[in-house]
């Protein structure tokens, strides 16, 4: 990965799905499949916004989507931050931007409290203003939310 100088002067920059630069932040997702690491498509079917950090060290994916477990609203499918800024600041610029597309949707993700070195799981998502809002039946995710 090599920083982009000239991309500098903004949060966050809006690139497709399936940029290599993307795609290789997201290989060191702990959610990322490891039979699926080196494919540059991250964020999947469905309407989504791939974002990246100038300084290619941050990662955000919104995807809006038909969940199988009834949520409604636009999804944080991947965040990965190894240096970009404070987590709960890149958040909340993610969420401007997420919103200025889908207005007035609720957002929400999944963390998993077992894959995540925190004592605290989400708490950068909860800094940033999001709360708990439940617990998938299957994986024991938690799932945090924010409303406008």
């Known amino acids: 990965m090599r920083e982009q100088p000239f991309l500098f002067g903004t949060t966050w920059l809006q690139v497709w799905d399936g940029n290599p630069t ?68 890149l958040i909340r610029a993610a969420m401007v931007l997420g919103w200025a597309r889908w207005p007035g949707e609720r957002f929400y993700t999944y963390v998993n409290p077992r894959r995540v070195a925190s004592r605290n799981p989400g708490h950068c998502f909860k800094q940033a203003g999001w709360s708990l809002c439940g617990i998938t039946k299957t994986r024991k995710l938690l799932v945090l939310e924010v409303r406008p």
């Open 22 to 89: 993307a795609a290789a932040l997201y290989d060191r997702h702990y959610s990322r499949n490891l039979a699926s690491r080196g494919d540059p498509r991250i964020a999947g079917p469905g309407h989504k916004m791939v974002l990246l950090t100038p300084c290619v060290r941050g990662l955000f994916v919104w995807r809006k989507f038909i969940s199988k477990d009834q949520q409604d609203g636009v999804n944080c499918a991947i965040f990965r931050n190894e240096g970009a800024g404070l987590s709960s600041e």
